[in-house]
């Protein structure tokens, strides 16, 4: 039971980490390629979808975190999986707080009137989000070693 919630658990944030790693080092490599025009709409749907499915599967997983911590509940398991814990629920304050409305800004079409504006709040986000993929994958790499243990 425990060993299959693991692979459940590591499945679901190892593919969410592969997303937010993709959009990084993949997709927006290739929107600042793009003119003006196509940037702003591709950023528009990205920013639309995403929004929409990212909330859920962060707080999931923060969900399935905790309840591996509970599962386990061993003393050896403590501190690696309350560091994965604490870093998952930074990234989702620091997420709302900061990345949430530029995203938010970004949805909405009509704010990519303006196109160096827009092409700023892209870069600002792409810059920040940088950052929330190397603290996820921190969490990861705290979650890998809890459940070795």
Not at 43 to 57: D, Q, S
Request: proline share 3%; aromatic share 8%; net charge positive.
């Amino acid at each position: 039971m425990i060993s299959s919630f693991n692979i459940v658990t590591t499945l679901s944030i190892g593919l969410m980490i592969g997303v937010e790693f993709a959009v990084s080092v993949f997709i927006n490599p290739v929107l600042q390629q793009l003119a003006d025009q196509p940037r702003a709409q591709a950023i528009v749907l990205f920013a639309r979808k995403l929004g929409k499915a990212m909330p859920f599967w962060y707080s999931s997983n923060l969900m399935l975190l905790i309840a591996t911590w509970v599962l386990h509940r061993q003393a050896s398991i403590t501190l690696p999986m309350s560091a994965a814990i604490g870093l998952w629920a930074l990234v989702i304050l620091l997420t709302l707080i900061f990345l949430v409305p530029i995203n938010n800004r970004m949805a909405r079409e009509e704010a990519h009137a303006h196109a160096e504006q827009a092409h700023r709040e892209h870069q600002r986000w792409d810059s920040m989000h940088r950052a929330r993929v190397i603290a996820l994958c921190a969490a990861m790499i705290f979650y890998l070693s809890a459940i070795r243990a």
